[in-house]
């Protein structure tokens, strides 16, 4: 069993964006490290707060150094991606007062963006040990 101290991804489950930004982290993402779990799934009952797992209008990351939501799970993330989109980590520079507006702005569209596919991705079986309930 993989320890829940690495960095979990948690994201909406029913939402095609976030399945996509899912399969974005798996495909650039450098050492295959982090874990993923829906909030809707147990791993985020019975690791995070209930406000968190009833918020779908952010990813969340667990992360050893704490928890993080909006902006600040994503510019965390961007270090564990390749060249060129860990850079994008520059963008960290802008205050989170209109970092985390932007963030709200494509969340509360996040389900006009993009549909959830009508077929779902197989996972690998690297992927699939880090799919968490």
């Known amino acids: 069993m993989t320890s829940h101290q690495n960095t979990i991804l948690f994201y ?6 976030c399945q996509w ?13 982090i874990l993923f779990a829906p909030l809707q799934g ?3 009952k019975t690791t995070l707060s209930p406000n968190l797992t009833k918020n ?18 994503v510019f ?23 970092r985390n507006p932007v963030y709200r702005l494509i ?7 993009m549909k959830a596919p009508a077929s779902c991705h197989l996972p690998s079986v690297d992927e699939r040990r880090r799919l968490l309930p």
Not at 76 to 98: C, E, N
Not at 107 to 113: E, F, P, Q, T
């Open 107 to 113: 969340a509360r569209n996040r389900h006009k963006l």
């Open 12 to 17: 909406d489950g029913s939402c095609g964006f």
């Open 42 to 44: 147990e791993t985020a």
């Open 56 to 73: 779908l209008d952010s990813v969340v990351v667990k992360a050893p150094s704490g928890i993080m939501t909006e902006s600040e799970a």
């Open 76 to 98: 965390y993330l961007l270090p564990y991606l390749k060249v060129p989109f860990s850079l994008f980590v520059v963008f960290k520079l802008i205050p989170l007062f209109v």
């Open 21 to 33: 930004a899912v399969q974005f982290v798996l495909k650039h993402e450098r050492n295959h490290e």
